[in-house]
């Protein structure tokens, strides 16, 4: 008899799930991708992950300087888009803003933290996946396969911590203690790595260190000792520019490993409850809507809703996107680490 197949379950899917069940229905179900992708905050900020990535080796070791690197990467991207486009209309300016302020950053990065061997990395970006429990104690199959990626692990200030770089327009922190990335990640973490002998058995994980990169141009101005920027006169100004790069620490008790287990059980149940049609979606309608990849279609969607039937919102699709594989990422990392 075929064993069944254990639903898959990214951090990134149930964030589109707690932002909208429809989104992650239209992406996660349905596949549904745009045929051309956007280029905006999320293409830049895996850039920046595509560059940090090789620029940490193991242990102190570093890879090609990270401004040099993302030039390469925004060239790459764009030879791609000329290659496998749908429209006839390029936009150039996109791949020149895109890489002037990327190579600025990562320049400005690289000038602040050198070669940055206060970051010792005991492992480079890892994939991994567990299985999930359910929450009936005597069920005889798992709930679904989790599948995640660490940026990296690092001794940093004598302690061992998972790494994550994230870029942002602005850098907040307020909200990382209840992160459910950082949480689902401390969820799983540790055991994974001692089981692949990363960490020893008697290693701990002290929690999640938050690389922040602020998406922005570094300040021209000439600044003083203190690092204050002057004005024209010598003076200290008035305008001083937020925090262009910040590394905050996000700690979880061992305390809060079954309440972290728990939210993720029930989001999961959710999930699979829509998938089976035991309960109907639903949207979340804020005005972050207008930065959804189906902001317009959605719209049309609300007008006639009927599917099958040749409405607005099928013709809309079946016009502006193609269906992809929402795992293939997690289904080719897992196949090469059988």
Not at 83 to 111: C, K, N, P, W
Not at 201 to 218: C, W
Not at 312 to 334: G, L
């Amino acid at each position: 008899m075929t064993a069944p197949l254990i639903p898959r379950m990214t951090t990134s899917e149930r964030r589109s799930w707690a932002r909208c069940p429809q989104q992650w229905w239209w992406t996660y179900r349905e596949g549904l991708t745009p045929r051309t992708p956007d280029r905006g905050a999320r293409w830049f900020g895996t850039g920046v992950h595509e560059v940090l990535a090789p620029w940490y080796g193991e242990g102190k070791r570093r890879g090609l300087r990270p401004d040099v690197a993302f030039a390469k990467w925004i060239g790459a991207e764009k030879d791609e888009f000329i290659r496998s486009s749908v429209t006839t209309e390029f936009q150039d300016d996109v791949f020149i803003t895109a890489g002037e302020l990327g190579e600025a950053m990562m320049l400005h990065y690289y000038q602040t933290y050198g070669r940055d061997t206060q970051l010792d990395v005991v492992a480079t970006e890892q994939f991994g996946q567990a299985l999930v429990p359910q929450r009936i104690k005597d069920a005889s199959e798992p709930l679904v396969l989790y599948s995640f990626v660490f940026d990296g692990v690092i001794w940093w200030e004598k302690e061992l911590w998972l790494l994550e770089h994230k870029t942002a327009a602005q850098i907040r922190t307020l909200h990382l203690p209840h992160d459910e990335q950082a949480g689902s990640y401390w969820l799983f973490a540790e055991t994974f790595l001692k089981d692949l002998g990363v960490l020893s058995r008697n290693d701990q994980l002290a929690g999640i260190l938050y690389n922040f990169l602020r998406k922005a141009k570094p300040d021209q101005r000439p600044r003083n000792k203190g690092g204050a920027y002057l004005n024209k006169d010598g003076s200290v100004s008035k305008q001083q520019p937020p925090a262009y790069f910040r590394r905050e620490t996000a700690e979880r008790t061992r305390g809060e490993r079954r309440s972290i287990l728990r939210n993720l059980q029930v989001q999961a149940e959710m999930m699979l409850d829509h998938r089976e049609g035991v309960i109907d979606l639903w949207k979340n309608r804020t005005p972050d809507c207008t930065w959804c990849d189906f902001y317009q279609m959605c719209q049309l969607h609300d007008d006639n809703p009927a599917e099958g039937q040749g409405a607005p919102w099928e013709e809309y699709r079946d016009a502006m996107y193609v269906r992809a594989d929402p795992y293939a990422y997690q289904r080719k990392k897992s196949a090469s680490d059988d």
